[in-house]
């Protein structure tokens, strides 16, 4: 049996793979990700397919997201930067360890600061995104891919087309820059 570096090259991973897509009904798997908590909103999943590479078979593994998730959470990043320049001890509740500790005054400034520079932000549509797809095949299991698209949900249909016309060299993206407001979200 041959030893694969990396095994989302494996035949054997291959053909599993295959066949969990074929008794699946679908032309993909979905991946469970304890990392994603936003996997649960439809604006995110991460999925594994068979295809071809440069003619060599392969699983892609991806994460497909939403236009308006990549605009939120690149102006989040965006925001949380800018509110550290005047806040350094400012640390997001994702981010923060075990010990952090941070007044409530300062931590409300902060987070005050951080919704009020949002709304800049998107009111000066200074961040603006397109959908794309980046490739990786630096990585441990098969090819990533990074899957941006311009829909509401990410739903079977949504992937089952994006897979159909990925592997047909048939993808067409959309390369005009839309920029989103988070108006009404809470």
Known sequence: ????????????????????????????????????????????VHIQFPGQYQAQEVIYDALVYTLR???SSLVYEMAVEQVRKTYPEYVPPEDRSAGYTISPEMEEEAETALTEIIEEIEETETVKV?????????TDYGIALDVCLNVEEITDEVIEEFVRNY????????NTLYSFTSEGEE
């Open 1 to 44: 049996m041959a030893n694969y570096k990396n095994e989302g090259y494996d035949p054997e991973e291959i053909s599993a793979l295959k066949e969990q897509c074929r008794q699946e009904g679908k032309s993909f798997i979905y991946v469970e990700d304890d990392d994603l908590d936003v996997l649960e909103s439809g604006e995110c």
């Open 69 to 71: 998730l990549h605009h």
């Open 130 to 138: 397109q959908e794309h797809v980046e490739i990786d095949t630096e």
């Open 167 to 174: 592997k047909a060299n048939a993808l067409h993206l959309d």
